[in-house]
């Protein structure tokens, strides 16, 4: 694939656990690229044997980006092409893959994306949530005051949230999750494409008492505030229009006269006394 002046920088997602899970086009790209930037030369040339393509390698990872990137515009510049690959999915994605990719643009490179495996994208469109809009934070932050911020975050948001996690860390991940979310709905996707791929469903705290014996890889989806949602309208809402809309939700009537109590600022006996007022 040696281009007459510049090379390509191909950006190519591999398998997430499956190996079955590449494209034919990814496939094609590894065998004609003249080199493989990859995150552990070791862990890609396992798939590379399974692949049966053999390919000069070399390293790419977080702790020398900055130093490969150089090396490895100046292979494109000399005409060779590249594929950029990680460990898993797609490289960039909470995977190193940034650097080089912003280099080539500024030095006029081309660079293509080899669509394929994404874990975030295969756990949200099975995950039952909701997909229209989304928000990915990748892992939490391990500073105490980033971390807490990014939780603030996922409390406000109405879209629907997707975190990474390593298994050690998910304890303490869902133990803060549960100071900030009470009973929002929770999706965790575990051991995606794998064969113990396995989707458990429920509040944190509920989540939290299956999680001590789940082992794997793992992704979370937060679903979004509603009640910021109503929050914002209810004001604008009748008192019927108010109970309906709990009502719909098949909240219990006495439920529902303390959350529009709660919502207005009044006690429990003045939405009665409005209620029978009406
Ligand atoms: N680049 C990858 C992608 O496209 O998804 C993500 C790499 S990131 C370093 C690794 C994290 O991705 C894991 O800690 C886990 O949260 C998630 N992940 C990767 N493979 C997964 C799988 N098979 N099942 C569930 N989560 C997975």
Redesign the pocket.
């Known amino acids: 694939m040696r281009e007459d002046k510049i090379g390509i920088l191909y950006v190519v ?1 591999t398998p ?2 499956n190996l079955e899970d590449i494209t034919l086009r990814a496939i094609k790209v590894l065998q004609q690229v003249d080199l493989i930037a990859a995150e552990d030369t070791r862990h890609t040339l396992k798939l590379l044997n399974h692949l049966e393509i053999s390919k000069p390698l070399i390293s790419y990872h977080r702790h020398n980006e900055e130093i490969k990137t150089e090396v490895l515009i100046e292979k494109l510049k000399e005409g060779q092409s590249i594929a950029l690959v ?1 460990d ?4 960039g ?3 190193p893959g940034e650097v080089v990719i912003k280099k080539c643009i500024e030095e006029g490179i081309t660079v293509i994306p080899i669509p394929g ?4 994208i295969n ?1 949200l469109i099975a995950s039952g949530v909701d997909t229209k809009e989304f928000t990915f934070l990748g892992f939490l932050p391990l500073h105490k005051k980033l971390r807490k911020e990014k939780l603030e975050e996922i409390q406000k948001s109405q879209k629907t949230v997707i975190l ?3 298994p050690h860390k998910l304890q303490t991940t869902l133990k803060d999750l549960s100071v900030f979310l009470e009973d929002r709905q929770i999706v965790l ?6 064969i113990h791929e396995e989707f458990i469903r429920g509040t944190v705290k509920e989540i939290m008492e299956r999680a001590e014996s789940l082992k ?4 979370l989806m937060i679903e979004g505030n509603h009640e910021i949602e109503i929050e914002k309208s209810f004001e604008n809402l009748s008192l019927e229009e108010h109970y309906k809309l709990y009502e719909q939700q098949g909240i219990p009537k006495k439920e529902i006269i303390k959350k529009i109590a709660k919502d207005r600022g009044l006690s429990k006996n003045d939405v009665y006394q409005e209620f029978l007022e009406k």
């Open positions: 997602a997430i656990g990680s898993a999915g797609t490289p994605i909470c995977d495996a994404c874990a975030m756990a990474y996690e390593a996707a575990r051991e995606l494409t794998k794997g890889e793992i992704v």
